[in-house]
């Protein structure tokens, strides 16, 4: 048995991609021109990736809102998301 191909196996199956396309359009603005009232903060692409990462974690908001502060520590302009 040639360890070395179970490694990267176990390794691989420890993997988890997570898309971060919704960066590329991470543009609220263009969605708030002639908005009246309050302001969009965050698109509904970053609010459906915060979705799939608590279902896939089964994260608690407390735990989530401690991702999303990570995250804007990692990629400023990635707003923490108040749950309060």
Not at 30 to 54: C, D, Q, S, W
Request: charged letters at 30%; aromatic letters at 14%.
């Amino acid at each position: 048995m040639d360890w070395r191909v179970v490694d990267r196996r176990l390794v691989r199956r420890g993997e988890l991609l997570l898309s971060l396309d919704f960066l590329d359009c991470y543009d609220y603005e263009h969605m708030n021109n002639g908005k009246p009232g309050r302001p969009f903060e965050i698109t509904n692409r970053y609010v459906e990736f915060l979705a799939v990462v608590r279902y896939l974690f089964s994260m608690p908001f407390r735990q989530l809102k401690g991702f999303t502060n990570a995250l804007n520590r990692s990629i400023p302009k990635l707003k923490p998301v108040l749950m309060d």
